[in-house]
């Protein structure tokens, strides 16, 4: 009998990073659920900011190896309002919270792990997004509070930190006059880098290559910090 095929979930799978991060788990053979706002046939939807709902989305795993928190928000030049404040950091940092304590009794089961979706906002300020830029410096703290209480569970909890990627997210910011040039000047690649380059990243701290990695947080971004 073949082995268990590893039980994979995506929060924020259905766009962006979290689609192409469910894609690269369900190509390598993986039992994927992808969850979201919006979500399309193949996917659950999911509100991070209703605790019931998040309750009974994990109730029904008796173990998970993998839980992948890609979900996330952002409204550019409206989070120096506090309403907005609070709306973004509800689904970005309290939401992902909220599923990393839902998916804890089956990640334990399973001795599986946690990788969360930072940004190199996690280490410099966004004047345009405050909120934002705090919801990704919590997220970064957040994975290594996590990483160390849920340790003796076997439980590994890390996170990547993407840098400027080609998503829908950033779609505007590409749009805008100027942006597009100073960002690639910025990054000592070169260029934009691609939703599938940072499922990679995930990819290997899921794995069993990082079986002693947790409290990581790996950047995917170019070089853009180190520049």
Known sequence: MGAARRRVVVIGGTSGIGAAVAERFAASGAEVT?????????AVELDLTAPAAVEAF???????DVLVNAAGVLHRD???RPEVFA???AVNLTGTMR????ARRPLAAARGCVVNIASMLSFFGGPRVPAYSASKGGIVQLTKALAVAWAADGVRVNAVAPGWIRTALTAGLRQEPGADRRIIERTPMGRWGEPAEVAGAVAF???PDAGFITGAVLPVDGGYLAG
């Open 78 to 80: 409206e989070e120096l």
């Open 87 to 89: 709306d973004v950091l």
């Open 34 to 42: 992808a969850a979201g706002l919006g979500a399309s046939p193949p």
């Open 205 to 207: 701290l899921a794995g």
């Open 58 to 64: 994990f109730a029904p795993f008796d173990s998970l």
């Open 99 to 102: 599923a990393c304590a839902a």
